[in-house]
Protein backbone atom coordinates (compact mmCIF):
# COMPACT_ATOMS: atom_id res chain seq x y z
CA UNK A 1 0.00 0.00 0.00
CA UNK A 2 1.62 2.94 -1.07
CA UNK A 3 -0.13 6.73 -0.51
CA UNK A 4 1.57 9.75 -1.84
CA UNK A 5 0.31 13.15 -0.83
CA UNK A 6 1.65 15.37 -3.70
CA UNK A 7 -1.61 15.34 -5.85
CA UNK A 8 -1.43 17.70 -8.18
CA UNK A 9 -4.84 17.97 -10.40
CA UNK A 10 -4.74 17.11 -13.65
CA UNK A 11 -6.61 17.94 -17.32
CA UNK A 12 -8.47 14.36 -17.52
CA UNK A 13 -9.61 12.16 -20.36
CA UNK A 14 -11.81 9.08 -20.45
CA UNK A 15 -12.13 7.15 -23.08
CA UNK A 16 -15.00 4.62 -23.85
CA UNK A 17 -16.28 4.82 -20.50
CA UNK A 18 -18.21 1.82 -19.37
CA UNK A 19 -19.40 1.48 -15.46
CA UNK A 20 -15.57 1.85 -14.70
CA UNK A 21 -14.47 4.62 -16.96
CA UNK A 22 -17.93 6.80 -15.72
CA UNK A 23 -17.17 6.34 -12.46
CA UNK A 24 -13.60 7.55 -12.60
CA UNK A 25 -15.39 10.75 -13.96
CA UNK A 26 -17.79 10.93 -10.98
CA UNK A 27 -15.67 10.07 -8.48
CA UNK A 28 -13.09 12.88 -9.84
CA UNK A 29 -15.74 15.43 -9.92
CA UNK A 30 -17.10 14.35 -6.86
CA UNK A 31 -13.39 14.64 -4.80
CA UNK A 32 -12.04 17.29 -7.19
CA UNK A 33 -9.65 15.25 -8.06
CA UNK A 34 -8.91 16.84 -11.96
CA UNK A 35 -8.75 20.07 -13.62
CA UNK A 36 -11.13 19.07 -16.31
CA UNK A 37 -12.83 16.03 -17.48
CA UNK A 38 -12.99 15.59 -21.34
CA UNK A 39 -15.04 12.14 -22.74
CA UNK A 40 -15.29 10.86 -26.04
CA UNK A 41 -17.60 8.12 -26.35
CA UNK A 42 -17.81 5.30 -29.44
CA UNK A 43 -21.21 5.36 -30.23
CA UNK A 44 -22.55 9.17 -31.14
CA UNK A 45 -26.10 8.31 -28.87
CA UNK A 46 -23.57 7.32 -25.92
CA UNK A 47 -21.53 11.16 -26.44
CA UNK A 48 -24.93 12.94 -26.26
CA UNK A 49 -26.31 11.34 -23.76
CA UNK A 50 -23.15 12.12 -21.84
CA UNK A 51 -23.28 15.55 -23.03
CA UNK A 52 -26.08 16.48 -20.09
CA UNK A 53 -23.93 14.58 -17.18
CA UNK A 54 -22.19 16.99 -14.74
CA UNK A 55 -19.27 14.57 -14.37
CA UNK A 56 -18.26 15.80 -17.84
CA UNK A 57 -16.72 19.33 -18.83
CA UNK A 58 -16.04 18.52 -23.07
CA UNK A 59 -17.17 15.84 -25.13
CA UNK A 60 -14.88 14.76 -27.77
CA UNK A 61 -15.71 13.54 -31.01
CA UNK A 62 -12.66 11.43 -31.30
CA UNK A 63 -10.28 9.93 -29.35
CA UNK A 64 -7.70 12.04 -30.81
CA UNK A 65 -9.40 15.27 -29.84
CA UNK A 66 -10.37 13.67 -26.32
CA UNK A 67 -6.60 13.35 -25.20
CA UNK A 68 -5.15 16.41 -27.20
CA UNK A 69 -5.03 18.54 -23.59
CA UNK A 70 -5.25 16.03 -21.08
CA UNK A 71 -2.34 14.74 -18.37
CA UNK A 72 -3.98 11.51 -17.86
CA UNK A 73 -5.84 9.57 -20.14
CA UNK A 74 -7.79 6.75 -18.89
CA UNK A 75 -8.31 3.83 -21.53
CA UNK A 76 -11.75 3.01 -20.13
CA UNK A 77 -12.74 0.12 -22.83
CA UNK A 78 -13.24 -3.60 -22.45
CA UNK A 79 -9.54 -5.19 -22.46
CA UNK A 80 -9.49 -6.40 -25.82
CA UNK A 81 -9.96 -2.93 -27.29
CA UNK A 82 -7.20 -1.01 -25.08
CA UNK A 83 -4.77 -1.50 -27.27
CA UNK A 84 -6.17 -0.29 -30.30
CA UNK A 85 -7.25 2.77 -28.51
CA UNK A 86 -3.61 3.38 -27.87
CA UNK A 87 -2.54 3.08 -31.18
CA UNK A 88 -5.20 5.85 -32.39
CA UNK A 89 -4.38 8.35 -29.38
CA UNK A 90 -0.81 8.13 -29.72
CA UNK A 91 0.06 10.61 -32.18
CA UNK A 92 -2.10 13.36 -30.51
CA UNK A 93 -0.39 13.12 -27.01
CA UNK A 94 1.10 16.11 -25.43
CA UNK A 95 4.35 15.78 -24.16
CA UNK A 96 4.91 14.50 -20.85
CA UNK A 97 1.27 12.77 -20.75
CA UNK A 98 0.41 9.52 -18.86
CA UNK A 99 -2.14 7.27 -20.04
CA UNK A 100 -3.54 4.61 -18.31
CA UNK A 101 -6.65 1.74 -18.38
CA UNK A 102 -8.87 -0.18 -15.95
CA UNK A 103 -8.24 -3.73 -17.84
CA UNK A 104 -8.09 -6.52 -15.40
CA UNK A 105 -5.70 -8.39 -17.14
CA UNK A 106 -2.03 -6.64 -18.02
CA UNK A 107 0.75 -8.29 -19.25
CA UNK A 108 -0.02 -8.20 -22.88
CA UNK A 109 -1.86 -4.79 -22.40
CA UNK A 110 1.34 -2.76 -21.12
CA UNK A 111 4.15 -4.08 -23.48
CA UNK A 112 1.89 -3.45 -26.35
CA UNK A 113 0.53 -0.09 -25.57
CA UNK A 114 3.88 0.94 -24.13
CA UNK A 115 5.43 -0.09 -27.48
CA UNK A 116 2.69 2.20 -28.92
CA UNK A 117 3.32 5.40 -27.24
CA UNK A 118 5.52 8.65 -28.75
CA UNK A 119 9.07 9.23 -26.68
CA UNK A 120 7.55 12.12 -24.63
CA UNK A 121 4.85 10.18 -23.15
CA UNK A 122 4.48 7.07 -20.94
CA UNK A 123 1.84 3.95 -20.70
CA UNK A 124 1.34 2.88 -17.13
CA UNK A 125 -1.19 0.60 -16.73
CA UNK A 126 -4.10 0.19 -14.04
CA UNK A 127 -6.18 -2.11 -12.27
CA UNK A 128 -8.76 -1.24 -9.60
CA UNK A 129 -9.93 -4.36 -8.60
CA UNK A 130 -13.74 -2.71 -8.36
CA UNK A 131 -16.85 -3.90 -10.20
CA UNK A 132 -20.18 -4.65 -10.07
CA UNK A 133 -23.24 -7.01 -10.85
CA UNK A 134 -23.87 -4.31 -13.16
CA UNK A 135 -22.30 -2.24 -16.01
CA UNK A 136 -22.40 0.57 -18.51
CA UNK A 137 -21.98 4.10 -17.74
CA UNK A 138 -25.36 5.26 -16.39
CA UNK A 139 -24.99 2.77 -13.39
CA UNK A 140 -21.27 4.39 -12.82
CA UNK A 141 -20.62 5.54 -8.55
CA UNK A 142 -18.70 7.92 -6.86
CA UNK A 143 -17.59 5.99 -4.64
CA UNK A 144 -17.18 2.53 -6.56
CA UNK A 145 -12.86 2.81 -5.76
CA UNK A 146 -13.49 3.50 -1.97
CA UNK A 147 -10.70 1.76 -0.49
CA UNK A 148 -10.51 -0.50 -3.61
CA UNK A 149 -7.25 -2.04 -4.15
CA UNK A 150 -5.83 -0.75 -7.11
CA UNK A 151 -3.37 -2.37 -9.31
CA UNK A 152 -0.43 0.36 -10.57
CA UNK A 153 2.26 -1.54 -13.21
CA UNK A 154 5.91 -0.84 -12.64
CA UNK A 155 8.08 -1.81 -15.43
CA UNK A 156 9.14 -5.93 -15.42
CA UNK A 157 12.68 -4.57 -16.12
CA UNK A 158 13.70 -1.42 -14.48
CA UNK A 159 17.15 -1.26 -16.68
CA UNK A 160 14.94 -0.73 -19.42
CA UNK A 161 13.50 2.62 -18.71
CA UNK A 162 14.56 6.06 -17.10
CA UNK A 163 14.31 4.26 -13.79
CA UNK A 164 13.74 7.44 -11.66
CA UNK A 165 11.66 9.35 -14.12
CA UNK A 166 8.89 6.41 -14.54
CA UNK A 167 8.69 6.01 -10.98
CA UNK A 168 7.82 9.65 -10.32
CA UNK A 169 5.08 9.21 -12.99
CA UNK A 170 4.19 5.87 -11.44
CA UNK A 171 3.62 7.88 -8.17
CA UNK A 172 1.34 10.51 -10.45
CA UNK A 173 -0.96 7.20 -11.28
CA UNK A 174 -0.74 5.86 -7.63
CA UNK A 175 -1.08 9.16 -6.44
CA UNK A 176 -4.67 9.77 -8.85
CA UNK A 177 -6.38 6.50 -7.76
CA UNK A 178 -5.72 7.71 -3.86
CA UNK A 179 -7.31 10.56 -5.11
CA UNK A 180 -10.23 8.77 -5.78
CA UNK A 181 -10.12 7.00 -2.30
CA UNK A 182 -8.60 3.80 -3.87
CA UNK A 183 -6.00 2.02 -2.13
CA UNK A 184 -2.88 1.73 -5.06
CA UNK A 185 -0.66 -1.52 -4.97
CA UNK A 186 2.72 -1.06 -6.97
CA UNK A 187 3.36 -4.31 -9.08
CA UNK A 188 5.17 -5.88 -12.14
CA UNK A 189 2.59 -6.78 -15.48
CA UNK A 190 3.44 -10.68 -14.27
CA UNK A 191 2.90 -10.23 -10.70
CA UNK A 192 -0.10 -8.69 -11.46
CA UNK A 193 -1.35 -11.45 -13.87
CA UNK A 194 -0.78 -14.01 -11.38
CA UNK A 195 -2.52 -12.31 -8.64
CA UNK A 196 -5.73 -12.14 -10.52
CA UNK A 197 -5.53 -15.70 -11.98
CA UNK A 198 -5.76 -16.55 -8.63
CA UNK A 199 -7.93 -14.47 -6.77
CA UNK A 200 -9.96 -12.86 -9.53
CA UNK A 201 -9.98 -15.64 -11.86
CA UNK A 202 -9.94 -18.99 -10.34
CA UNK A 203 -12.84 -18.14 -8.46
CA UNK A 204 -14.92 -17.37 -11.51
CA UNK A 205 -13.72 -20.36 -12.71
CA UNK A 206 -14.76 -22.60 -9.85
CA UNK A 207 -18.14 -20.52 -9.65
CA UNK A 208 -19.12 -21.03 -13.41
CA UNK A 209 -18.27 -24.79 -12.57
CA UNK A 210 -20.48 -25.47 -9.77
CA UNK A 211 -23.20 -23.30 -11.10
CA UNK A 212 -22.96 -25.29 -15.11
CA UNK A 213 -22.39 -28.34 -12.89
CA UNK A 214 -25.86 -27.69 -11.30
CA UNK A 215 -27.76 -26.33 -14.10
CA UNK A 216 -27.78 -30.15 -15.12
CA UNK A 217 -29.18 -31.27 -11.96
CA UNK A 218 -33.25 -31.31 -11.54
CA UNK A 219 -34.45 -27.59 -11.77
CA UNK A 220 -36.04 -27.74 -8.31
CA UNK A 221 -33.04 -28.12 -6.40
CA UNK A 222 -32.45 -24.74 -7.08
CA UNK A 223 -35.08 -23.75 -4.70
CA UNK A 224 -33.56 -25.67 -2.05
CA UNK A 225 -30.18 -22.82 -2.18
CA UNK A 226 -29.15 -22.31 0.47
CA UNK A 227 -27.27 -18.51 1.50
CA UNK A 228 -23.80 -21.03 0.83
CA UNK A 229 -24.39 -22.07 -2.42
CA UNK A 230 -25.86 -18.28 -3.07
CA UNK A 231 -22.03 -16.78 -1.76
CA UNK A 232 -20.53 -19.06 -3.62
CA UNK A 233 -21.69 -19.18 -7.23
CA UNK A 234 -22.91 -15.68 -6.55
CA UNK A 235 -20.19 -13.84 -9.44
CA UNK A 236 -21.17 -16.99 -11.99
CA UNK A 237 -23.68 -14.47 -13.00
CA UNK A 238 -21.24 -11.83 -14.40
CA UNK A 239 -20.57 -10.99 -17.81
CA UNK A 240 -20.20 -13.99 -20.10
CA UNK A 241 -18.58 -11.95 -23.07
CA UNK A 242 -16.53 -10.11 -20.64
CA UNK A 243 -15.28 -13.07 -19.20
CA UNK A 244 -14.14 -14.67 -22.44
CA UNK A 245 -12.12 -11.90 -22.98
CA UNK A 246 -10.54 -12.04 -19.77
CA UNK A 247 -9.73 -15.87 -20.07
CA UNK A 248 -8.58 -15.88 -23.16
CA UNK A 249 -5.72 -12.48 -22.01
CA UNK A 250 -4.85 -13.92 -18.95
CA UNK A 251 -5.26 -17.95 -20.50
CA UNK A 252 -1.37 -19.15 -19.35
CA UNK A 253 -1.36 -17.99 -15.95
CA UNK A 254 -5.12 -19.02 -15.66
CA UNK A 255 -4.16 -22.52 -16.55
CA UNK A 256 -1.79 -22.70 -13.56
CA UNK A 257 -4.29 -21.88 -11.22
CA UNK A 258 -6.12 -24.06 -12.23
CA UNK A 259 -3.77 -26.85 -12.31
CA UNK A 260 -2.98 -25.98 -9.03
CA UNK A 261 -6.77 -26.45 -7.71
CA UNK A 262 -7.47 -29.54 -9.42
CA UNK A 263 -4.40 -31.02 -7.15
CA UNK A 264 -5.79 -29.53 -4.30
CA UNK A 265 -9.28 -30.84 -5.27
CA UNK A 266 -8.01 -34.38 -5.54
CA UNK A 267 -6.32 -34.36 -2.73
CA UNK A 268 -9.18 -33.25 -0.70
CA UNK A 269 -11.33 -35.68 -2.71
CA UNK A 270 -8.76 -38.63 -1.65
CA UNK A 271 -8.52 -37.66 2.17
CA UNK A 272 -12.32 -37.92 1.76
CA UNK A 273 -11.99 -41.48 0.15
CA UNK A 274 -9.34 -42.67 2.69
CA UNK A 275 -11.28 -41.47 5.69
CA UNK A 276 -8.23 -39.41 6.05
CA UNK A 277 -10.06 -37.44 8.87
CA UNK A 278 -6.98 -35.66 10.28
CA UNK A 279 -6.13 -34.30 6.63
CA UNK A 280 -9.58 -33.42 6.28
CA UNK A 281 -9.79 -31.22 9.19
CA UNK A 282 -6.14 -29.90 8.55
CA UNK A 283 -7.67 -28.77 4.89
CA UNK A 284 -10.83 -27.16 6.66
CA UNK A 285 -8.64 -25.35 8.94
CA UNK A 286 -6.13 -24.18 6.59
CA UNK A 287 -9.10 -22.67 4.87
CA UNK A 288 -10.71 -21.03 7.62
CA UNK A 289 -8.08 -19.37 8.91
CA UNK A 290 -7.03 -18.16 5.15
CA UNK A 291 -11.19 -16.67 5.55
CA UNK A 292 -11.26 -15.54 8.72
CA UNK A 293 -8.18 -13.20 7.92
CA UNK A 294 -9.50 -11.98 4.54
CA UNK B 1 -43.11 -27.13 -1.25
CA UNK B 2 -45.82 -28.36 0.52
CA UNK B 3 -47.85 -26.11 3.26
CA UNK B 4 -50.41 -27.71 5.12
CA UNK B 5 -53.51 -25.37 7.09
CA UNK B 6 -53.95 -28.13 10.11
CA UNK B 7 -51.77 -27.28 12.50
CA UNK B 8 -52.47 -28.78 16.07
CA UNK B 9 -50.18 -27.14 18.99
CA UNK B 10 -47.79 -29.89 20.58
CA UNK B 11 -45.78 -30.59 23.53
CA UNK B 12 -42.29 -29.91 22.38
CA UNK B 13 -39.39 -31.54 23.75
CA UNK B 14 -36.02 -29.83 22.25
CA UNK B 15 -32.95 -31.69 23.26
CA UNK B 16 -29.18 -30.61 22.66
CA UNK B 17 -30.25 -27.14 21.49
CA UNK B 18 -27.54 -25.19 19.59
CA UNK B 19 -27.84 -22.27 17.34
CA UNK B 20 -30.88 -24.39 15.77
CA UNK B 21 -32.56 -26.20 18.49
CA UNK B 22 -32.67 -23.20 20.67
CA UNK B 23 -33.75 -21.52 17.52
CA UNK B 24 -36.86 -23.47 17.18
CA UNK B 25 -37.18 -23.12 20.66
CA UNK B 26 -37.64 -19.22 20.06
CA UNK B 27 -39.59 -19.44 17.04
CA UNK B 28 -42.35 -21.75 18.51
CA UNK B 29 -42.36 -19.63 21.44
CA UNK B 30 -42.82 -16.09 18.97
CA UNK B 31 -45.03 -17.94 17.07
CA UNK B 32 -46.75 -19.76 19.55
CA UNK B 33 -46.46 -23.25 17.96
CA UNK B 34 -46.32 -25.56 20.79
CA UNK B 35 -48.47 -26.01 24.25
CA UNK B 36 -44.78 -26.12 26.08
CA UNK B 37 -41.53 -26.12 25.90
CA UNK B 38 -39.18 -28.72 27.39
CA UNK B 39 -35.69 -28.14 26.96
CA UNK B 40 -32.28 -30.86 27.98
CA UNK B 41 -28.96 -29.67 27.62
CA UNK B 42 -25.97 -32.27 28.16
CA UNK B 43 -24.15 -29.61 30.66
CA UNK B 44 -25.53 -28.52 34.11
CA UNK B 45 -24.28 -24.94 33.21
CA UNK B 46 -26.19 -25.05 30.41
CA UNK B 47 -29.29 -26.27 32.00
CA UNK B 48 -28.79 -23.42 34.83
CA UNK B 49 -28.31 -20.71 31.97
CA UNK B 50 -31.65 -21.81 30.06
CA UNK B 51 -33.78 -21.65 32.99
CA UNK B 52 -33.86 -17.93 32.85
CA UNK B 53 -34.91 -17.76 29.22
CA UNK B 54 -38.55 -17.22 28.14
CA UNK B 55 -38.42 -19.66 25.21
CA UNK B 56 -38.11 -22.57 27.77
CA UNK B 57 -40.96 -23.89 30.51
CA UNK B 58 -38.92 -26.71 31.78
CA UNK B 59 -35.40 -27.77 31.94
CA UNK B 60 -34.92 -31.48 32.42
CA UNK B 61 -32.27 -33.19 33.99
CA UNK B 62 -31.99 -36.06 31.43
CA UNK B 63 -33.29 -36.67 28.04
CA UNK B 64 -35.48 -39.44 29.09
CA UNK B 65 -37.13 -36.75 31.62
CA UNK B 66 -37.45 -34.43 28.66
CA UNK B 67 -39.31 -36.52 26.36
CA UNK B 68 -42.03 -38.04 28.94
CA UNK B 69 -45.13 -35.94 27.85
CA UNK B 70 -43.97 -34.76 24.61
CA UNK B 71 -45.86 -35.10 20.89
CA UNK B 72 -43.06 -33.93 19.25
CA UNK B 73 -39.60 -34.51 20.06
CA UNK B 74 -36.47 -32.34 18.46
CA UNK B 75 -33.12 -33.64 18.71
CA UNK B 76 -30.67 -30.83 17.87
CA UNK B 77 -27.36 -32.70 18.89
CA UNK B 78 -24.49 -32.56 16.44
CA UNK B 79 -25.08 -35.09 13.53
CA UNK B 80 -22.92 -37.76 15.33
CA UNK B 81 -24.34 -37.69 18.66
CA UNK B 82 -28.38 -37.88 17.15
CA UNK B 83 -28.64 -41.49 17.18
CA UNK B 84 -27.02 -42.10 20.56
CA UNK B 85 -29.92 -39.48 21.87
CA UNK B 86 -32.36 -41.68 20.14
CA UNK B 87 -31.53 -44.55 21.56
CA UNK B 88 -31.20 -42.95 24.92
CA UNK B 89 -34.85 -41.32 24.90
CA UNK B 90 -36.96 -44.67 23.04
CA UNK B 91 -37.92 -46.33 26.14
CA UNK B 92 -39.58 -43.05 27.62
CA UNK B 93 -41.34 -42.12 24.37
CA UNK B 94 -45.56 -41.65 24.87
CA UNK B 95 -47.75 -43.34 22.21
CA UNK B 96 -47.86 -41.41 19.16
CA UNK B 97 -44.90 -39.69 19.74
CA UNK B 98 -42.87 -37.81 16.64
CA UNK B 99 -38.80 -37.36 17.00
CA UNK B 100 -37.28 -35.42 14.61
CA UNK B 101 -33.83 -33.67 13.97
CA UNK B 102 -32.16 -31.34 12.58
CA UNK B 103 -29.09 -32.90 11.02
CA UNK B 104 -27.58 -32.26 7.66
CA UNK B 105 -27.26 -36.10 6.43
CA UNK B 106 -30.04 -38.05 6.40
CA UNK B 107 -29.86 -41.90 5.37
CA UNK B 108 -27.64 -43.19 8.40
CA UNK B 109 -30.15 -41.59 10.33
CA UNK B 110 -33.28 -42.13 9.52
CA UNK B 111 -32.10 -45.96 9.19
CA UNK B 112 -30.83 -46.15 12.79
CA UNK B 113 -33.30 -43.88 14.75
CA UNK B 114 -35.88 -45.33 12.81
CA UNK B 115 -34.16 -48.95 14.40
CA UNK B 116 -34.56 -47.57 17.84
CA UNK B 117 -38.38 -46.07 18.13
CA UNK B 118 -40.55 -48.27 19.88
CA UNK B 119 -43.89 -49.25 17.74
CA UNK B 120 -45.84 -46.77 19.63
CA UNK B 121 -43.16 -44.06 18.26
CA UNK B 122 -42.07 -42.34 14.90
CA UNK B 123 -38.10 -41.33 13.99
CA UNK B 124 -38.86 -38.69 10.63
CA UNK B 125 -36.07 -36.83 9.84
CA UNK B 126 -35.75 -33.19 8.86
CA UNK B 127 -33.32 -30.59 7.88
CA UNK B 128 -33.80 -27.01 8.32
CA UNK B 129 -31.62 -25.64 5.54
CA UNK B 130 -30.58 -22.77 8.00
CA UNK B 131 -27.51 -21.81 9.06
CA UNK B 132 -24.80 -18.91 10.40
CA UNK B 133 -21.46 -18.44 10.87
CA UNK B 134 -22.30 -17.65 14.33
CA UNK B 135 -23.38 -20.93 17.09
CA UNK B 136 -24.38 -21.71 20.20
CA UNK B 137 -27.67 -21.31 21.79
CA UNK B 138 -27.19 -17.67 22.85
CA UNK B 139 -27.18 -16.70 18.90
CA UNK B 140 -30.60 -18.49 18.32
CA UNK B 141 -32.90 -16.05 16.22
CA UNK B 142 -36.48 -16.70 16.36
CA UNK B 143 -36.73 -15.65 12.70
CA UNK B 144 -34.07 -17.90 11.33
CA UNK B 145 -36.19 -20.43 9.59
CA UNK B 146 -38.55 -17.65 8.13
CA UNK B 147 -38.78 -18.77 4.31
CA UNK B 148 -35.98 -21.87 4.73
CA UNK B 149 -35.90 -24.93 3.19
CA UNK B 150 -36.88 -27.45 5.69
CA UNK B 151 -36.38 -30.85 3.97
CA UNK B 152 -38.28 -33.70 5.97
CA UNK B 153 -38.24 -37.61 5.38
CA UNK B 154 -40.33 -40.20 3.64
CA UNK B 155 -39.59 -43.53 3.55
CA UNK B 156 -37.50 -44.51 1.24
CA UNK B 157 -39.94 -47.77 0.60
CA UNK B 158 -43.72 -46.92 1.30
CA UNK B 159 -44.34 -50.99 1.77
CA UNK B 160 -41.86 -50.58 4.13
CA UNK B 161 -44.19 -49.08 6.50
CA UNK B 162 -47.94 -48.18 6.65
CA UNK B 163 -47.78 -45.80 4.60
CA UNK B 164 -50.96 -44.21 4.91
CA UNK B 165 -50.21 -43.33 8.85
CA UNK B 166 -46.84 -42.91 7.89
CA UNK B 167 -47.92 -39.97 5.97
CA UNK B 168 -50.01 -38.33 8.32
CA UNK B 169 -47.07 -37.89 10.51
CA UNK B 170 -44.75 -36.63 7.68
CA UNK B 171 -47.67 -34.17 7.55
CA UNK B 172 -47.47 -33.03 10.98
CA UNK B 173 -43.82 -32.30 11.13
CA UNK B 174 -44.23 -30.27 7.44
CA UNK B 175 -47.24 -28.63 9.59
CA UNK B 176 -44.78 -27.53 12.64
CA UNK B 177 -41.92 -26.51 10.55
CA UNK B 178 -44.46 -24.29 8.25
CA UNK B 179 -45.47 -23.05 11.65
CA UNK B 180 -42.05 -21.73 12.42
CA UNK B 181 -42.00 -20.05 9.17
CA UNK B 182 -40.14 -22.38 7.24
CA UNK B 183 -40.84 -23.89 3.79
CA UNK B 184 -41.57 -27.92 4.18
CA UNK B 185 -40.24 -30.08 1.02
CA UNK B 186 -40.73 -33.85 1.47
CA UNK B 187 -38.14 -36.21 -0.19
CA UNK B 188 -36.48 -39.63 0.79
CA UNK B 189 -33.39 -39.48 2.58
CA UNK B 190 -31.37 -40.89 -0.03
CA UNK B 191 -32.71 -37.88 -2.51
CA UNK B 192 -32.06 -35.78 0.59
CA UNK B 193 -28.29 -36.86 0.89
CA UNK B 194 -27.63 -36.54 -3.18
CA UNK B 195 -28.75 -33.11 -3.15
CA UNK B 196 -27.17 -31.35 -0.25
CA UNK B 197 -24.03 -33.16 -1.65
CA UNK B 198 -24.43 -30.88 -4.64
CA UNK B 199 -26.19 -27.56 -3.38
CA UNK B 200 -24.05 -27.57 0.25
CA UNK B 201 -21.56 -29.61 0.71
CA UNK B 202 -19.68 -29.32 -2.40
CA UNK B 203 -19.48 -25.75 -2.41
CA UNK B 204 -18.18 -26.60 0.61
CA UNK B 205 -15.47 -28.66 -0.57
CA UNK B 206 -14.93 -25.68 -2.79
CA UNK B 207 -14.86 -22.70 -0.68
CA UNK B 208 -12.52 -24.70 1.50
CA UNK B 209 -9.72 -25.76 -1.33
CA UNK B 210 -9.59 -22.07 -2.96
CA UNK B 211 -9.23 -20.86 0.54
CA UNK B 212 -6.73 -23.53 1.29
CA UNK B 213 -4.13 -22.89 -1.84
CA UNK B 214 -4.38 -19.35 -1.64
CA UNK B 215 -3.27 -20.16 2.07
CA UNK B 216 -0.06 -21.04 0.78
CA UNK B 217 0.46 -17.86 -1.13
CA UNK B 218 1.74 -14.88 -0.84
CA UNK B 219 0.34 -13.04 2.66
CA UNK B 220 0.24 -9.93 1.17
CA UNK B 221 -2.50 -10.98 -1.83
CA UNK B 222 -4.79 -11.10 0.93
CA UNK B 223 -5.08 -7.60 1.10
CA UNK B 224 -6.15 -7.24 -2.70
CA UNK B 225 -9.04 -9.43 -2.56
CA UNK B 226 -12.20 -8.38 -4.24
CA UNK B 227 -15.42 -9.24 -3.09
CA UNK B 228 -16.07 -11.76 -5.56
CA UNK B 229 -13.12 -13.82 -3.57
CA UNK B 230 -14.59 -13.05 -0.53
CA UNK B 231 -18.37 -14.47 -1.82
CA UNK B 232 -17.07 -17.12 -3.25
CA UNK B 233 -14.67 -18.39 0.02
CA UNK B 234 -16.94 -16.94 2.63
CA UNK B 235 -18.30 -20.73 3.93
CA UNK B 236 -14.57 -21.84 4.29
CA UNK B 237 -14.75 -19.98 7.26
CA UNK B 238 -17.72 -22.55 9.09
CA UNK B 239 -16.72 -24.79 11.84
CA UNK B 240 -14.42 -27.35 11.06
CA UNK B 241 -15.14 -29.89 13.32
CA UNK B 242 -18.75 -29.66 12.11
CA UNK B 243 -17.34 -30.20 8.77
CA UNK B 244 -15.66 -33.25 9.12
CA UNK B 245 -18.58 -34.85 10.70
CA UNK B 246 -21.33 -33.77 7.90
CA UNK B 247 -18.35 -35.43 5.06
CA UNK B 248 -17.88 -38.29 6.78
CA UNK B 249 -21.25 -38.73 7.00
CA UNK B 250 -22.09 -38.02 3.29
CA UNK B 251 -19.04 -39.58 2.18
CA UNK B 252 -20.28 -41.55 -1.00
CA UNK B 253 -22.92 -38.91 -2.43
CA UNK B 254 -20.14 -36.33 -2.02
CA UNK B 255 -17.14 -38.38 -3.51
CA UNK B 256 -19.75 -38.83 -6.64
CA UNK B 257 -20.54 -35.23 -6.27
CA UNK B 258 -16.90 -34.23 -6.30
CA UNK B 259 -16.29 -36.93 -9.08
CA UNK B 260 -18.58 -34.89 -11.33
CA UNK B 261 -17.48 -31.59 -10.49
CA UNK B 262 -13.97 -32.59 -11.56
CA UNK B 263 -14.94 -33.70 -14.46
CA UNK B 264 -16.86 -30.16 -15.05
CA UNK B 265 -13.50 -28.38 -14.05
CA UNK B 266 -11.57 -30.65 -16.59
CA UNK B 267 -13.52 -29.78 -19.22
CA UNK B 268 -13.39 -26.20 -18.70
CA UNK B 269 -9.42 -26.32 -18.22
CA UNK B 270 -9.61 -28.08 -21.50
CA UNK B 271 -11.68 -25.39 -23.31
CA UNK B 272 -9.56 -22.81 -22.30
CA UNK B 273 -6.21 -24.67 -23.19
CA UNK B 274 -7.57 -25.46 -26.44
CA UNK B 275 -8.82 -22.16 -27.31
CA UNK B 276 -12.18 -23.00 -27.57
CA UNK B 277 -14.17 -19.77 -26.82
CA UNK B 278 -17.43 -21.00 -28.31
CA UNK B 279 -16.99 -24.09 -25.60
CA UNK B 280 -16.10 -21.40 -22.74
CA UNK B 281 -18.74 -19.17 -23.56
CA UNK B 282 -21.17 -21.90 -23.25
CA UNK B 283 -19.46 -22.94 -19.90
CA UNK B 284 -19.97 -18.86 -18.72
CA UNK B 285 -23.10 -19.07 -19.88
CA UNK B 286 -24.85 -21.88 -18.96
CA UNK B 287 -23.57 -20.70 -15.19
CA UNK B 288 -25.04 -17.10 -15.40
CA UNK B 289 -28.37 -19.10 -16.58
CA UNK B 290 -28.16 -21.01 -13.45
CA UNK B 291 -27.38 -18.64 -11.04
CA UNK B 292 -29.78 -15.62 -12.71
CA UNK B 293 -32.64 -18.15 -11.83
CA UNK B 294 -31.74 -18.55 -8.12
Redesign the interface.
Known amino acids: ?LILNSHVLAHLAILAPGLLGASVAKAARARNAARSITIWARRPETRDALRAQPFADTIADTPADAVRDADLVVLAAPVEKIIELAVQIAPALKPGAIVTDVGSVKARICRECAAAMPPHALFIGSHP???SAKSGWENADASLFEN??T?VMQPENELQVSAFAFALKVASVCDFWDSLGATP?IVTPSQHDE?VA???H??????????????K?NPE?????????????????????M??DI??QN?DD??RA?????A???A??DA??K?D?PQ??A????????????
Request: charged residues 20%; glycine residues 4%.
Open positions: MMAGCTFVIHISLPQALATTLAALLAKWRDYAGNGLRDTTRIAASDATWVFQRILLDACQELAFRLENLLRRLETGKQFRDAL
